[in-house]
Nanobody, 120 residues
Framework: QVQLLESGGGLVQPGGSLRLSCAAS????????LGWYRQAPGNERELVAV???????NYADPVKGRFTISRDNAKNTVYLQMNTLKPEDTAVYYC??????????????WGQGTQVTVSS
């Protein structure tokens, strides 16, 4: 089986920074796209950022220039560096990974979610 373990959420003041991490473990053969979604109360889950296995990144317009997604393939880990945080960034953040298992099956896996609250 495969598990994604997130860390790094919390409470931060507007203008502050946080770094989220998400580590994949288990019977992994290969990891393709890695990314982050977020869901605020009353809203649908929305894409924040994605990074391909080749390192190509894509960001949602509201976070461009403030958030940076990166990956460490040796550690099977994806990061989300969030700077200049705004109250509207408050949400539960979920990581996802498109993973091919050693059994050669391939699908998306999700983390448990981590709360990010931006408030003074």
């Amino acid at each position: 089986q495969v598990q994604l373990l997130e860390s790094g959420g919390g409470l931060v003041q507007p203008g502050g920074s946080l770094r989220l991490s998400c580590a994949a473990s288990g019977s992994i053969f290969s990891i393709y796209d890695l990314g982050w979604y977020r869901q605020a109360p009353g809203n649908e889950r929305e894409l924040v950022a994605v990074i391909t296995s080749g390192g190509i990144t894509n960001y949602a317009d509201p976070v461009k220039g403030r958030f940076t997604i990166s990956r460490d393939n040796a550690k099977n880990t994806v990061y989300l560096q969030m700077n200049t945080l705004k109250p509207e960034d408050t949400a539960v953040y979920y990581c996802y990974a498109n993973i091919e298992r050693t059994s050669r099956t391939r699908r998306n896996y999700w983390g448990q979610g981590t709360q990010v609250t931006v408030s003074s």
